[in-house]
Structures are given as structure tokens and as C-alpha cells.
């Protein structure tokens, strides 16, 4: 390991030879160039799929750019959320201050768009500014009779991570302040964000097992569902990074218990459905889980084994937003033959980490907060045949001159539950395997 910045030794270890516990959770080291986006694109990511909000960011109109669209979130209703709203602060704005703008773009969207809600991003300028957000958020508020909420995220002031707290800071004045009834067996899905309409699927499997989902935070979100979370019974959680911080929340204020599962791969997914029944001690519950799990894997494995036969030998490299995903992905390439050589991610936490490294075999390397020259450095190392990330992972992949899959927040193909397992399985066959590699070498 001769590539990277001695700073960061503490946050890269390969099983089976070293034995330091992983140092994540850290500010990004300075010329470092991460792979993580700032503390406005992780509010920004998280809230936006609420279909029937506004979303309006108070800053220059590159911070808006760079959001926009930034997730194949789907809605079944209402599309605000695809719109990208921004105050396009100019230099006389940032000299003498942009809330009467800020206040004259509000009111405006407002009546034009009519939401249930609105969310006001801050961004760096801003928080070097100073506008105060919150009292023209309240303003607005109070003449239109709606929630206009502000998400005070300047992008300097932390990590991707600490956007996601802001964000669920912002959910959390909402829940509360609704007050739909609810049925018996009623849980929230937190964490998933209707990627390719992947909640959609899970909707389906829980309606089999008689399971009412009362909010979807944020996938396909609505704000008056959010409104009436606290009702709900359990908490469901999947991208546990993103959303962990919220459940708590609602754990303490209205007692509502919740769970961390994880929709990726087989295993995974018929755990998430065994835990929900289990949860709430029915035997009925649990009866249509099996039935649904069994009815999958007959369909399902026969097809697998096939890709398993063929992708037998392929290596992994996987870098990803949290850690808690990249657990699930280990397993699901396992269940195709493919041996994962490399895990990382932009926000993991250190119990995760340590599942990675008793679920890797010895000699893989895991990484936090990596940037381009480690990763390509060990990915080259370790031979990897494809690299699945994200956005800024796939030029990296195409660089060296592997296949890569995209498992990112911007996708568009649904790759959750068990048909998304069939869909990941297809596509790193057809990744891995496509003759132009030859061509690469
Ligand atoms: S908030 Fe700051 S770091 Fe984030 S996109 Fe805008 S200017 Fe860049």
C-alpha cells in the first residue's frame, strides 16, 4: 500500500493482516479529494424524493445543478420534486443579502405550484452570508398556512453524513403534526427512496403478508403521510446511514420501535420479512412471509445457478454511500459466483465494517472515505472484473478498463427486492462478461 496519504492509514485495512479497527466517521483529510459530496447534496438526497413538496435551494445556481434529478426516485402521483428551484444568488445578492429574494421566490413557487409543503436548502454562500432562512421560512409560513421548513446545510459544515442529520432534523418537525388513522399491523419504510419504483415492489410483498405501510420516507413521499408517521407501529429502516438518525428521533418522542433491514439480495430480503412479522408475534404474518419467500426462491434459484455457473471466478470491486448496503451486496455476488476483492464506502460505520471483514475472504481490502487514487490502485491490485458505485466510481472503472455497475442514487433500473436481485444478477453477467474488455487489456 504505497499509494495513500499516511493521514489516512487508519481508514484502509485488508483481512486477515491487519488488525486495527477502521478510524471512519472522520472529516475528510484535506487534498484527500474525496468521493463524498457535501453536507447540502446529503440533505438534498434525502429529502428529495417527497413528491408533493417544494424543494428550493437558496444559493448559486451550480448547487442546484448538481442536484438536480440526483435520484431515480419515482413518484405514483405528483412530480414537484423533479423540478430543481434555485434563488441563483449573484454577486449583489452576496453583497448585500438575497432573503428578499429569497422571500419574493418563495411566495412565488408557492402559488404556483400549490405543495403541501416546502423545504428551503441553504448552501455555502449562505452560510458565509448569513441570510437568515429561518425567520423568512417562518414568514412565508405563516402568510401562505403551509410548513416551509428550513434545511440548514451549508456544504462546508461537515460531511455527506452530517446532510442526512440535517435532513432528518427537517423531517422530524413535520412528523407529528397529522393525525391519520392507521391499521394494527403499520409500519413506515424509512431509507428506501422508490429507486426504478423499487418501493413499489416492496409495497407488494408487505400487502401480501397483510402489512399496511403508512409512510414511505422518502421514497414516493407524500407530506401528509409523513405527517402521521408517529402512528405507525414500527419503523423499518434500510439505508441505515441515512436514516437511522431519524428513527431514533421517533423513538424517543413517540416510542415508535424500529428495525434495520436491508432489501438487497435473497437473504436480505426475506429477512426484512420474516423480522416485520416477527415483530408483531403473528403466526399469520409469519405463514405469508414463508409463502412468499418460498413462491421466490423457486422461481428465482434456477435462474441464478445459471449465472452463478458462468460468472464463477469474477471479482468485485464495490464502493458505495454507506456500509450497511455493501454488506448485502457481498452476499448477493456470492450468490452468483463473484468474490468481492474490494469494499468502501463515502460513510460507513465502524460495527459495519467490522460484518464486512468477517464476511470478506482474507486479503480484501476495505476502505473508508476513499478518493480516485486508492481506489483505482487497489482495483487494478486486486484485478477486479467490475467496479459497482456510483457516479464518480464509473469513470474510474472505465478508465482502467473494467465493466461497471451502477448502484448508486441516480439509477434507473430497480435492482431491491427479488426481482431487483434477477435484474443485478443479469447485469453484471452482461457487464462482466462483454467481449469489449478484451479490447482493454
Ligand atoms: S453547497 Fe457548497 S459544496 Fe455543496 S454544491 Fe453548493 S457550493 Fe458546492
Not at 438534498?44 to 424524493?49: G, N, S, W
Not at 434529478?69 to 444568488?89: K, M, N, V, W, Y
Not at 391519520?180 to 416492496?202: C, H, Q, R, T
Not at 428495525?259 to 438487497?264: A, E, H, I, L, Q
Request: with cysteine; hydrophobic share 40%; aromatic share 10%.
Amino acid at each position: 500500500m504505497s499509494t495513500f496519504l499516511t493521514e489516512r492509514e487508519n481508514q484502509i485495512f485488508r483481512t486477515g493482516k491487519d488488525v486495527h479497527t477502521i478510524n471512519c466517521s472522520r472529516p475528510s483529510l484535506a487534498g484527500s479529494v474525496s468521493q463524498r459530496a457535501c453536507v447540502f447534496c446529503g440533505s438534498r438526497v434525502v429529502l428529495y424524493p417527497i413528491a408533493d413538496a417544494l424543494h428550493l435551494i437558496h444559493g448559486p445556481i451550480g448547487c442546484a445543478a448538481y442536484t438536480w434529478d440526483i435520484r431515480g426516485a419515482l413518484s405514483s402521483g405528483p412530480e414537484i420534486h423533479r423540478l430543481s428551484f434555485s434563488t441563483d444568488l449573484r454577486e449583489k445578492d452576496v453583497v448585500f443579502g438575497g432573503e428578499k429574494k429569497l422571500y419574493h421566490s418563495l411566495s412565488e413557487l408557492i402559488d404556483r405550484y400549490k405543495p403541501k409543503a416546502a423545504f428551503v436548502y441553504s448552501t455555502c454562500i449562505v452560510g458565509v452570508i448569513g441570510d437568515d432562512l429561518e425567520a423568512v421560512c417562518k414568514k412565508v409560513s405563516k402568510e401562505k398556512g403551509m410548513p416551509v421548513i428550513p434545511v440548514q446545510a451549508p456544504g462546508f459544515n461537515g460531511s455527506k453524513k452530517d446532510g442526512y442529520k440535517i435532513a432528518c432534523e427537517s423531517l422530524a418537525t413535520l412528523i407529528g403534526t397529522g393525525d391519520l388513522e392507521v391499521p394494527k399491523y403499520s409500519i413506515n419504510i424509512l431509507g428506501d427512496f422508490n429507486l426504478a419504483g423499487e418501493l413499489w415492489m416492496l409495497l407488494e410483498y408487505y400487502k401480501r403478508m397483510g402489512i399496511h405501510v403508512n409512510a414511505t420516507i422518502t421514497g414516493d413521499g407524500r407530506v401528509d403521510a409523513i405527517r402521521s408517521a408517529h402512528k405507525a407501529s414500527l419503523n423499518v429502516v434500510q439505508c441505515s446511514g441515512s436514516m437511522m438518525y431519524l428513527a431514533k428521533i421517533m423513538k424517543e418522542k413517540y416510542g415508535v420501535p424500529f428495525m434495520k433491514v436491508s432489501y438487497f439480495g435473497l437473504e436480505d430480503m426475506s429477512d426484512a420479512l420474516y423480522e416485520v412479522a416477527k415483530f408483531f408475534k403473528s403466526d399469520e404474518l409469519m405463514a405469508k412471509a414463508r409463502e412468499i419467500v418460498r413462491e421466490e426462491f423457486t422461481r428465482m434459484m434456477p435462474i441464478l445457478k445459471e449465472y452463478k455457473e458462468k460468472l464463477e471466478g469474477k471479482k468485485a470491486a464495490i464502493y458505495v454511500g454507506g456500509s450497511f448496503k455493501a454488506i448485502s451486496l457481498i452476499k448477493a455476488l456470492r450468490l452468483i459466483g463473484v468474490k468481492t476483492v474490494l469494499v468502501g464506502s463515502q460513510t460507513g460505520t465502524a460495527d459495519e465494517y467490522e460484518i464486512i471483514r468477517e464476511l470478506c475472504d482474507d486479503d480484501t481490502i476495505i476502505v473508508d472515505d476513499s478518493n480516485p487514487i486508492e481506489l483505482s490502485t487497489f482495483v487494478k491490485e486486486k484485478q477486479a472484473d467490475i467496479f459497482i458505485g456510483g457516479v464518480k466510481e464509473r469513470p474510474i472503472a472505465y478508465k482502467i478498463g473494467i465493466g461497471f455497475c451502477d448502484h448508486n442514487h441516480e439509477r434507473k433500473e430497480a435492482l431491491a427486492g427479488y426481482e431487483g436481485m434477477l435484474n443485478f444478477a443479469k447485469e453484471i453477467y452482461a457487464t462482466a462478461m462483454s467481449p469489449v474488455w478484451q479490447f482493454t487489456k
